[in-house]
């Protein structure tokens, strides 16, 4: 646990006010959407744009980082929107930070791909209820704690039950070194309880809970940690997995 001082009334020196063009607001200004769908797979956000399934707001409103930026969406003949994150919990706040700047936002639908911890094979759906922050990103937005509370998870088991869709319940480990996840590390957290390990679910989280944000989490099984690393379906889009997930995900959103 990073042992950190945290202070919430102490002011920002950099907003995301200062940082987005005056003319982004006056183009978002005209679509007031209360509810965002995160996705981090270009593939995913291409295939939704070729299917029609998301058309793009306006050309120049576009959100992401200093190295790339992509259009923000919108789930066609919703008031649905879609934002393309950055993978890592830097990245993907930023972009929730910069869109409740722009829109009325009040509830952010986040899924993603996770490795797998447990006996558990790819494509399953995973609802966390705790996340273990292993990341920097979550101690400037909440006071120092091993873990934290996914809030909305059982909402989204119920809505999952009632559209007939298996999930697995447990506990997730955020970390930002995709590159040091070590075996010590894996089977700690996993004797902790942890299913599965992502890199953005405890800074969502604690980043929503300070802005004022409901948000509503669910992952896919991909890769595996267990008795060494198995790519599975890491990366493919073959599988359909993140299509179906970004069907749950609208179905979630129109519920909600």
Known sequence: ???RSFVSDSPEIITPEMSLPKSAKE??????M???????????????????WTEVLHPLLQIGAASYKNPICRVTDTEIGLALCGVGAPTATAVVEELRVLFPVENIIVFGSCGVLQEIKEGCFIVPEEAFRDEGTSFHYAPSSDWI??????????????????????KTWTTDAFYRETEEEADRHRNEGCICV???ASALQAVCDFRGLQMYLFLYSADSLQGGWQRRILGSLETDSRILSFQLARKIAERI
Do not use: C, H
């Open 198 to 200: 992502d890199m953005e």
């Open 27 to 32: 183009l978002a200004a005209q679509f007031p």
């Open 34 to 52: 209360k509810i965002f769908i995160l996705i981090f797979s270009k593939l995913l956000y291409q295939e939704l744009l070729e299917r029609k």
């Open 149 to 170: 509370k996914l809030s909305n998870a059982k909402t989204i088991q119920n809505l999952l039950d009632e559209m007939d869709v298996e999930w697995i319940g447990g």
């Open 1 to 3: 646990m990073l042992d």
